[in-house]
């Protein structure tokens, strides 16, 4: 006896090995230990792993049919025809009733005058009860059929993880996009917090002059923005950013609704120049229908931080509206955006801006 067949009739006396159910549970406990030492097993080629399966599966067939109710399917058992009254003849004696396949099969024991092997008395039986055989075909293929179903667990965790990862990536793309957003919650413009004017700065009167007392900006302007180059110019959702002409100068037009502004570059350069210094900047400004409007501007300048939001009355005068930035010590790992608000009021006004600038501070 093999040790695959020892462990399995091992396994039935654990339990009622005559139903079926257990032994098919039993089949597959044989099969799952199978494929764990098989996957153990790197250094075996996969026509060697395949030969073991299908030796288990031999085998299995095999003991399975000790289990068919072989003597039950067949035919009745044929009785002595009776012989012509003139000549009785001997009677072949009746076959004996078949017992219930052990187990196990039993070896040869002292004493005694034969084997007593239930697999050659099954094959015999098998062959006078075609029904019985083909109960044990139908069953082997059964369990064939179930058993292979457990080999390749990794394969549908591989499966499922992947799905899962696919769900994740969509629910944080669907969450960092914002597009369950409302209008009110979104910040098109830049990413600031939310806005708050009991947190804004507000400066009105004719120079708006948001500097600290005493700060002066160096001669050094470095340059933001200019209407020669509105390819530093992004106008999203409804607004929109046109360069215009008059008899003195270009200037860039600009409108857009009361929660979203007109965002200008700041590029890299001009922060790495500002980096760990105050800094003044200057939007030049002016309306264009000769009525006042309220802009607001606010800034992000990436690990430099921002500006907070800085709210001015603009009039038709060309004005220049500072604000000051104190900007840490460190390196910038990109460019920042300057967003600006013509109308906060949400009227529809039009805002015109000539330049912006940036210098350091000299107090």
Request: some cysteine; glycine content about 8%.
């Amino acid at each position: 006896m093999d040790a695959i067949e020892k462990a399995i009739r091992s396994a039935f006396g654990k339990g009622n090995a005559r139903d079926r159910a257990f032994r098919e549970k039993v089949y597959r406990s044989a099969f799952a230990a199978l494929e764990r030492t098989l996957q153990s097993r790197d250094d075996l080629p996969e026509a060697t792993k395949r030969a073991r399966r299908e030796a288990l599966k031999a085998k299995i067939t095999e003991i399975e049919t000790e289990f068919m109710p072989a003597a039950r399917a067949a035919a009745p058992r044929p009785e002595t025809r009776p012989q012509p009254t003139s000549a009785p003849a001997r009677q072949e004696p009746a076959a004996p009733p078949v017992e219930p396949a052990a187990p196990a099969r039993q070896q040869q024991g002292p004493g005694s005058g034969r084997n007593v092997d239930a697999a050659p008395r099954i094959e015999r039986e098998d062959r006078r009860s075609p029904a019985a055989s083909e109960s044990a075909r139908e069953t082997a293929r059964r369990i064939r059929e179930a058993l292979p179903r457990r080999r390749r667990p990794f394969a549908m965790l591989f499966l499922v993880t992947t799905l899962v990862a696919f769900v994740g990536i969509g629910i944080w793309w669907t969450m960092s996009s914002g597009i369950l957003m409302s209008s009110e919650e979104r910040d098109t413009s830049v990413r600031n917090p939310p806005m708050r004017l009991q947190e804004e700065d507000f400066s009105a009167g004719e120079n708006a002059d948001g500097a600290q007392p005493g700060s002066r900006a160096t001669e050094n302007w470095l340059t933001v923005f200019t209407p020669s180059d509105p390819t530093t110019v992004a106008a999203p959702g409804s607004a929109s950013a046109e360069v215009m002409q008059d008899d003195e100068r270009q200037f860039l037009r600009i409108s857009s609704s009361a929660d979203a502004g007109v965002v200008f570059d700041v590029g890299r350069g001009v922060l790495e120049e500002l980096a760990g210094r105050r800094a003044i900047f200057a939007v030049d400004a002016r309306t264009d229908d000769g009525a006042d409007t309220q802009i607001a501007i606010s800034c992000h300048f990436g690990t430099l931080g921002d500006c907070g939001r800085k709210r001015y009355v603009v009039g038709p005068s060309q004005t220049e509206y500072l604000f000051e930035v104190d900007f840490p010590a460190a390196t910038p790992t990109g460019g920042g955006t300057i967003a600006i608000i013509p109308d906060v009021s949400g009227e529809g006004r039009v805002l015109d801006v000539l330049s912006i600038r940036a210098a350091v501070a000299d107090q």
